[in-house]
């Protein structure tokens, strides 16, 4: 179940996924590089995060959470059921939300309870008691909004150059995001690192292969000529954003299947 935010809430809140899967037995899955802030409540269910240094260790299992811009592919484990509400937030909202600096959240998978305090617990209880989704949307979205409200909103130069560099798809240099702020790049990273959590030209590079892995495998594309559509120099420089980012090649990627825990089945009330 998919439903998008209230029109108000559009330029901080993407959508919101009701998801509950059952599978025959515990699986893991690579998930597509997410170019904003995740947002997870898990209704009785947990996702295990797979250390993407060592995945031989043992996962770390959580429940309801929240995970900072990251440069890399999540890979998450479920034990054969999953039942919860993910929201897509930018990382300016996440900010204004949660009150912390976006550089701590940045890599960072952090419980909601440290984020919410005894507001998070009480909230889960509350999606897990009424019956439908649409139930649950209204009560995640009016939590959102009433902290959304009571927060100051971003400086207006991060939040400028935050949309230049979603809506380029990444294909805005940053040196001349800059010139157009008429701030230095060192300026413009470090306002970055406290609103959006990584710096620009990383975000950009973000974007740009976020567009590629979603349009990768498109009726009649080749990898060359997807390079030339998302702004890449050539295939070699596609091919290195897909090993810096995902550990694999297109080719293999695309292999793969790779999708969002949402994806996984049909949410039923």
Same mark, same amino acid.
């Given at each position: 179940?998919?439903?998008?935010?209230?029109?108000?809430?559009?330029?901080?809140?993407?959508?919101?996924?009701?998801?509950?899967?059952?599978?025959?037995?515990?699986?893991?899955?690579?998930?597509?590089?997410?170019?904003?802030?995740?947002?997870?409540?898990?209704?009785?269910?947990?996702?295990?995060?797979?250390?993407?240094?060592?995945?031989?260790?043992?996962?770390?299992?959580?429940?309801?959470?929240?995970?900072?811009?990251?440069?890399?592919?999540?890979?998450?484990?479920?034990?054969?059921?999953?039942?919860?509400?993910?929201?897509?937030?930018?990382?300016?909202?996440?900010?204004?939300?949660?009150? *912390?600096?976006?550089?701590?959240?940045?890599?960072?998978?952090?419980?909601?309870?440290?984020?919410?305090?005894?507001?998070?617990?009480?909230?889960?209880?509350?999606?897990?008691? *009424?019956?439908?989704?649409?139930?649950?949307?209204?009560?995640?979205?009016?939590?959102?909004?009433?902290?959304?409200?009571?927060?100051?909103?971003?400086?207006?130069?991060?939040?400028?150059?935050?949309?230049?560099?979603?809506?380029?798809?990444?294909?805005?240099?940053?040196?001349?995001?800059?010139?157009?702020?008429?701030?230095?790049?060192?300026?413009?990273?470090?306002?970055?690192?406290?609103? *959006?959590?990584?710096?620009?030209?990383?975000?950009?590079?973000?974007?740009?292969?976020?567009?590629?892995?979603?349009?990768?495998?498109?009726?009649?594309?080749?990898?060359?000529?997807?390079?030339?559509?998302?702004?890449?120099?050539?295939?070699?420089?596609?091919?290195?954003?897909?090993?810096?980012?995902?550990?694999?090649?297109?080719?293999?990627?695309?292999?793969?299947?790779?999708?969002?825990?949402?994806?996984?089945?049909?949410?039923?009330?």
């Amino acid at each position: 179940m998919v439903r998008r935010a209230d029109r108000g809430l559009g330029r901080h809140i993407g959508r919101y996924w009701g998801y509950r899967h059952r599978a025959p037995g515990p699986a893991r899955q690579r998930e597509p590089l997410s170019t904003g802030v995740v947002l997870i409540f898990g209704l009785g269910s947990r996702l295990g995060l797979v250390d993407r240094a060592d995945p031989t260790r043992p996962p770390t299992w959580v429940g309801s959470f929240v995970a900072g811009l990251d440069d890399a592919c999540a890979v998450i484990e479920h034990n054969g059921e999953m039942l919860g509400v993910q929201v897509d937030l930018s990382p300016l909202a996440t900010r204004m939300i949660f009150g *912390v600096p976006m550089c701590s959240l940045a890599r960072e998978v952090v419980a909601l309870e440290d984020l919410l305090g005894p507001e998070g617990p009480l909230l889960e209880e509350r999606l897990m008691e *009424v019956g439908t989704w649409g139930e649950r949307f209204d009560l995640v979205e009016a939590m959102l909004a009433a902290r959304l409200q009571a927060a100051e909103p971003p400086p207006p130069d991060v939040d400028w150059a935050w949309r230049r560099l979603v809506a380029g798809g990444g294909r805005l240099r940053v040196a001349d995001l800059a010139t157009e702020l008429g701030c230095s790049r060192k300026h413009l990273a470090a306002r970055f690192r406290e609103h *959006v959590g990584l710096p620009p030209k990383l975000v950009a590079r973000m974007l740009r292969f976020r567009r590629a892995s979603d349009l990768l495998g498109a009726s009649g594309t080749s990898l060359a000529e997807l390079a030339a559509v998302c702004g890449y120099y050539d295939q070699a420089h596609l091919d290195r954003d897909f090993r810096d980012f995902a550990g694999t090649t297109p080719t293999a990627y695309a292999s793969e299947r790779v999708t969002f825990v949402q994806d996984a089945g049909p949410a039923a009330s």
